[in-house]
């Protein structure tokens, strides 16, 4: 069945870091990738997303390129701030059927210090 | 302005009470979604529904069950809480635009409900 596996947290990195958190994935067919994150005390908000294979998806200085040969959809950021601590989940979904579910991988916190 | 609100952001029941969770979204999106969250477990599917009446089980229904008796509003129930419910609880809509479309979903802020 279809999976997302991303790093375990929590990463930790100092202010103006490079960030990178891993996600790969199994799914059949060509599904779209996701990238959410929450931030303490709320609900899931999208961060970016790529519908088809080579996409790159790009937000708030994150950004994920999809890749089909390596099923993988890494999450990146030049510079960190301590205001991107948050907790991270990557996300596909999978067409076909009556609805488009999301499948979640576990979360990767991220902790940035000044 | 996209907006999924939930009834109750934090919410503390007794083991046997009958829990009600409501969800509503302003954006007339066919699909909508129940969730719970707990840590290292990432979000579990409990039920989602894709029309007015209609509805489907995810990966973990067992103890609970749903409601949609309008387009906006996507109730969860616990028939008889247990402690093994606690958690936070996330509910989701998003709209269809058919089987060859995937739309991103919109969570609203959760409920944490606490079950002793």
């Known amino acids: 069945g279809n999976s997302v596996t991303q790093m375990e947290g929590p990463v930790t990195l100092s202010e103006e870091a490079f960030l990178t958190i891993n996600c790969t994935y199994t799914?059949?067919?060509?599904?779209?990738l996701f990238w959410y994150v929450q931030y303490p005390g709320e609900g899931l908000q999208l961060l970016l997303k790529a519908t088809k294979a080579d996409d790159k998806g790009s937000n708030k200085g994150f950004e994920a390129t999809y890749r089909k040969e390596t099923t993988s959809f890494h999450l990146e950021k030049g510079s960190v701030q301590v205001s991107d601590s948050a907790v991270y989940f990557c996300a596909l979904s999978s067409k076909g059927g009556a609805t488009n579910k999301l499948i979640f991988g576990t979360g990767t916190l991220l902790a940035v210090q000044p | 302005d996209v907006k999924v609100t939930q009834s109750s952001r934090y919410l503390v029941k007794r083991t046997g009470e009958k829990v009600f969770l409501e969800c509503v979204q302003d954006?007339?999106?066919?699909?909508m979604f129940w969730y719970r969250q707990d840590p290292g477990l990432g979000l579990r599917l409990i039920y989602f529904s894709y029309d007015v009446k209609m509805k489907e089980k995810g990966d973990i229904p067992e103890g609970y069950s749903v409601s949609r008796e309008k387009k906006e509003r996507f109730s969860l129930i616990l028939e008889s809480a247990s402690t093994n419910q606690t958690s936070m609880y996330l509910c989701a809509s998003s709209l269809w635009g058919g089987a060859l479309s995937s739309y991103e979903q919109y969570f609203g802020p959760g409920t944490r409900l606490t079950v002793t």
């Open positions: 954006m007339d999106h066919e699909n």
């Open positions: 799914a059949t067919g060509y599904p779209s």
